[in-house]
C-alpha cells in the first residue's frame, strides 16, 4: 500500500511540474559568443542545472557547472540578479563563473558561466545548439533544441544529422531541407550586436519561435523592437536623476536606451551654463541598454545644486545625428 501512494504521488508531482528549461536567445558573431538559458512555468517553481550540457557540437563539452545553479520561473527580489536566466559563453576564457553560492560576483544582474566547449564557439553561418542531459545525441536526452543557417550551399553533413536528430526526438519541425526549417540568420550572418531571441517564451519547435534583433539583453527580458521607438538614434530612460552628494561620490549613472550603433559625446554644465566636464568621444556604441558614467572626483565637491547633461550621438551607418538633455540634481 506505501508503495503504491508513493508510486502515485511521484506520478502526481510529475504532472504538476510544468516547468520548461529553454534557449532563450543566443549569439553567433561576438568575442565570446554566449547562450541565455531560461526557466519558463507556474509560478514557485525552479530547476537545478548545474549537470545539464549546452553544446553547439556534442562530444567536445563540460557540463554547465560543478557547483549548484538554481534557475526559477519567477524573478526572486531576495537575490540581486534575475534568478530566471543563466547566460552561458561557450569557452572559458574571459570570466569567471557564478553560482548559488557566489552569486553575482560582477554585479551586472544575472549569473553566468563559462563552459570549455567548442574552442571556436558558435559558427556564424550555420549551426545547432542543444541543452542536453549528456554529451551523447544518440540517446533522446534533449531538452531544448535551435538550428540556424545562412542559407548559402549546401549544409554541413554534421550540423544537418544534429537536425534531424532533433527531428527524431520531436525537438525540431520535420523536413527533408533542414535549411528551409532553420533560423534564418541571413547571407551574412549576424551583425555584432545582432541576437537570435525568442519571441514571448513561444515553444513551438520551430524556427517560428525566433526573431532576429538588434538589442542584446543577456539575462534580462527579450526586446524584439521597442514600441517607444521614434526614428532617433537614443533615448533617455530617465529625464533626471537624483543623488546624494557624500564623501564616496565619484560617478553618476545616465541610462540610456540606444536603437543604432553610434558614437556618443556628453558634456556637464551648471545651472548657469558653466561646462564642467566633456566626455571622449565614445565609438561604436552597440544597441540596447546603456549607460554613460560622468566619473570624477571632484563630483563630491560641487555646490549642490541643478547641473545639465548634453548627450550627442551619431550614427556609425548612416549621417544622422541625436542630442538630449538630461538633468542631474545632486542634493546634500
Not at 570549455?116 to 545548439?129: D, K, Q, Y
Not at 566633456?278 to 566619473?295: A, E
Amino acid at each position: 500500500m506505501k508503495t503504491i501512494t508513493l508510486i502515485l504521488f511521484l506520478l502526481a508531482s510529475t504532472k504538476a511540474f510544468s516547468a520548461q528549461l529553454i534557449i532563450n536567445e543566443f549569439v553567433t558573431n561576438t568575442d565570446n559568443d554566449w547562450v541565455e538559458l531560461k526557466l519558463i512555468g507556474k509560478p514557485g517553481e525552479s530547476m537545478e542545472v548545474s549537470q545539464l550540457f549546452v553544446t553547439p557540437y556534442y562530444g567536445q563539452n563540460t557540463r554547465i557547472s560543478n557547483v549548484t545553479i538554481t534557475l526559477k520561473t519567477q524573478n526572486d527580489p531576495s537575490t540581486p540578479y534575475d534568478d530566471r536566466f543563466l547566460v552561458v559563453y561557450m569557452h572559458s576564457r574571459g570570466g569567471q563563473s557564478e553560482n548559488d553560492y557566489t552569486g553575482d560576483l560582477n554585479g551586472n544582474g544575472y549569473l553566468e558561466v563559462y563552459c570549455n566547449n567548442f574552442a571556436t564557439a558558435l559558427w556564424n553561418t550555420e549551426g545547432v545548439i542543444a541543452i542536453d542531459t549528456d554529451n551523447d545525441s544518440t540517446n533522446g536526452g534533449m531538452i531544448d533544441f535551435v538550428a540556424y543557417s545562412n542559407n548559402q550551399g549546401t549544409p554541413n553533413q554534421t550540423i544537418a544529422g544534429y537536425i534531424r536528430r532533433a527531428m527524431s526526438f520531436g525537438m525540431w519541425t520535420q523536413s527533408e531541407d533542414v535549411q528551409k526549417v532553420s533560423i534564418d540568420i541571413g547571407p551574412k550572418g549576424l551583425l555584432r550586436y545582432e541576437s537570435v531571441s525568442r519571441i514571448n517564451d513561444s515553444v513551438t519547435r520551430s524556427k517560428d519561435d525566433f526573431a532576429i534583433t538588434k538589442f542584446q539583453t543577456p539575462g534580462r527580458d527579450n526586446i524584439i523592437s521597442d514600441p517607444d521607438f521614434r526614428g532617433d538614434i537614443f533615448r533617455l530612460k530617465k529625464d533626471r536623476v537624483l543623488v546624494k552628494q557624500t564623501e564616496n561620490l565619484s560617478s553618476i549613472d545616465i541610462p540610456l536606451f540606444i536603437y543604432e550603433e553610434c558614437s556618443i559625446r556628453y558634456r556637464i554644465f551648471t545651472s548657469t551654463g558653466v561646462m564642467v566636464y566633456s566626455s571622449n568621444l565614445i565609438n561604436s556604441v552597440p544597441p540596447g541598454d546603456y549607460t554613460v558614467k560622468w566619473r570624477s572626483s571632484k563630483l563630491k565637491t560641487f555646490t549642490p545644486g541643478i547641473f545639465f547633461c548634453r548627450i550627442e550621438a551619431v550614427a556609425t551607418r548612416r549621417r544622422k545625428g541625436s542630442n538630449a538633455n538630461f538633468s542631474i540634481i545632486i542634493a546634500k
